[in-house]
């Protein structure tokens, strides 16, 4: 699987933006998909993750209610919807994904368990 983000941009303080993340390859469906964030000069964190058939999302404290993960598994696609976004969102961000069988995403917060990796997007929140 190679993964190809898109959709990062410049949006203003309470702004939106949405992230997508296009998977190749036929398995896309065992894939544990996650997003993490790199600000300048700081190490990368983790943003959200979510399950391989989408029932379970896992989200940091810093985005929780702001952001929703999603996938369509049709169209090999996770997807970061970003609302109410604040000059701290500002990053490149990146999708990540690991084929695992568990169901347990909680555990995918770190990028260390990541197995494959996007190029990353850039958003850049203005106050």
Same mark, same amino acid.
């Given at each position: 699987v190679q993964l190809q983000a898109s959709g990062g941009g410049l949006v203003?303080?309470?702004?939106?933006l949405r992230l997508s993340c296009a998977a190749s390859g036929r398995t896309f469906s065992s894939?544990?998909?996650?997003?993490?964030r790199q600000?300048?000069?700081?190490?990368?964190?983790?943003v959200a993750a979510i399950s391989r058939i989408g029932f379970n999302t896992y989200y940091a404290d810093s985005v929780k209610g702001r952001f929703?993960?999603?996938?369509?598994?049709?169209?090999?696609?996770?997807y970061l919807q970003m609302n109410s976004l604040k000059p701290e969102d500002t990053a490149v961000y990146y999708?990540?994904?690991?084929?695992?069988?568990?169901?347990?995403?909680? &555990? &995918?917060t770190s990028a260390g368990s990541y197995d494959l990796w996007g190029q990353g997007t850039e958003v850049?929140?203005?106050?």
């Open positions: 203003q303080a309470g702004g939106s894939y544990v998909m996650g997003w993490f600000a300048p000069g700081k190490e990368r964190v983790f929703t993960i999603s996938r369509d598994n049709d169209k090999n696609t996770v999708c990540a994904a690991v084929s695992t069988a568990s169901s347990r995403i909680s &555990y &995918y850049t929140v203005s106050s």
